[in-house]
């Protein structure tokens, strides 16, 4: 069974930052794109981020460009999300998802990923 934890979420000021840890067990991590989703209370879930299998190829929503780094250690069976100078729009569950293929669409639709984490809550907030 294909199972992924999500964690280092937590309440931040705005202009800080905040490292989201996606930790695999049950499979081997490096056989998947790995993408990280957000949800917001009243949304829907919006693609983050996503990175092959390999590392090698990155995308991220417009809204995070600049400020998120998404990474992996396929060593640790584990990918991460570096959120720097985050926002109070930023606030949201985050969830990681595998995508049963190596590399990533150049945009996240949630039926693409077939895994999910239960999510770990970021509030950024004064």
């Known amino acids: 069974q294909l199972q992924l934890v999500e964690s280092g979420g937590g309440l931040v000021q705005p202009g800080g930052s905040l490292r989201l840890s996606c930790a695999a067990s049950?499979?081997?991590?490096?056989?998947?794109?790995i993408g990280w989703f957000r949800q917001a209370p009243g949304k829907g879930r919006e693609g983050v981020s996503c990175?092959?299998?390999?590392?090698?190829?990155?995308n991220y929503a417009d809204s995070v460009k600049g400020r998120f780094t998404i990474s992996r250690d396929n060593a640790k069976n584990t990918v991460y999300l570096q959120m720097n100078s985050l926002k109070p729009e930023d606030t949201a569950v985050y969830y990681c998802?595998?995508?049963?293929?190596?590399?990533?669409?150049?945009?996240?639709?949630?039926?693409?990923?077939?895994?999910w984490g239960q999510g770990t809550q970021v509030t950024v907030s004064s």
């Open positions: 998802a595998a995508r049963d293929l190596y590399y990533c669409a150049a945009a996240l639709h949630v039926p693409d990923f077939g895994s």
């Open positions: 049950g499979f081997t991590l490096n056989h998947y794109a």
């Open positions: 990175i092959s299998s390999s590392g090698g190829s990155t």
